[in-house]
């Protein structure tokens, strides 16, 4: 786990409250499905976990996605808590999200598993390469609505003002959550969690 997914992580696990009450906010697509989420670039599915302990009741799916190579970590996580996740199960169980666990590369969607728009996208450590920025924005574009949340975990050193800029040429915007919303050892210049949402 690198170093703004274990910020992501204290950060959903310290403030489940504001968690549950911004998630509730967002316009679910189809309310009767619940909320869908997906994380970009999950590398263990740690993260997913994380999401559904704290809000498990709300998620209807929550899909999990990274390059092929990391496919294998990834399920066996989600397997490993199948007292918060469903995975691959043909039971319906309403207490738990309904998981999958999926390749996606970035900005490539020819050979894409879904079409689906979700409500809220998460990753950490996602955009610490300059080549890695317009993939991962086609991704956010494609797969977001004009209600989506996402919430993106950056070490700023790593994050080129590129980043931010191409968020702003595609019809995003971006606000970085406050340090005091930070474990301590996550607040400064170093980290930033930024919410992204289409203007």
């Excluded at 997906?38 to 998620?59: F, P, R, W």
């Excluded at 999990?64 to 989600?78: A, G, I, N, R, S």
């Amino acid at each position: 786990l690198w170093s703004t997914g274990k910020e992501m992580a204290m950060y959903f696990i310290d403030h489940p409250e504001l968690i549950r009450n911004n998630i509730q906010s967002i316009r679910c697509r189809d309310v009767n499905k619940g909320l869908q989420a997906l994380e970009l670039g999950s590398g263990n599915g740690l993260l997913s976990v994380c999401l559904a302990a704290v809000i498990k009741d709300t998620i209807g799916k929550l899909v999990v996605t990274d390059l092929d190579d990391h496919l294998e970590l990834m399920e066996k996580t989600v397997r490993s808590n199948s007292h918060i996740l469903s995975f691959d199960s043909g039971e319906v169980d309403d207490t738990k999200p309904r998981s999958e666990v999926k390749e996606h590369r970035w900005g490539e969607f020819d050979n894409c598993h879904t079409d689906d728009k979700f409500d809220f996208i998460f990753g950490s450590d996602v955009a610490y390469r300059d080549w890695l920025h317009e993939p991962l924005v086609k991704s956010l574009l494609h797969y977001s609505h004009q209600g989506t949340i996402c919430l993106i975990g950056v070490t700023m050193q790593d994050t080129k003002p590129k980043f931010f800029s191409l968020l702003k040429e595609n019809g995003f915007t971006y606000q970085r959550l406050p340090d005091y919303q930070m474990a301590p050892e996550f607040r400064g210049n170093i980290f930033g969690l930024f919410i992204i949402q289409r203007r």
